[in-house]
């Protein structure tokens, strides 16, 4: 079961956008996974690299 999303804080200008769901129900398809991917600006990629061991 796919709940929709809530919306926490939207910025005036729309350039940054925050959503909240239920991460343990969300079951996304691979054309999910990867839209997901594609939609993190690189200097979070970069960011979120240096977390990842």
Known sequence: MVFPA??????PS????RWAFSCG???PSRAEWLLAMRSIQPEEKERI???VV
């Not at 809530?6 to 910025?11: F, G, I, N």
């Not at 729309?14 to 956008?17: A, I």
Request: charged share 25%.
């Open 25 to 27: 129900t969300w079951l």
């Open 6 to 11: 809530k919306r926490l804080c939207v910025v």
């Open 49 to 51: 690299g240096k977390l």
């Open 14 to 17: 729309m350039e940054g956008v």
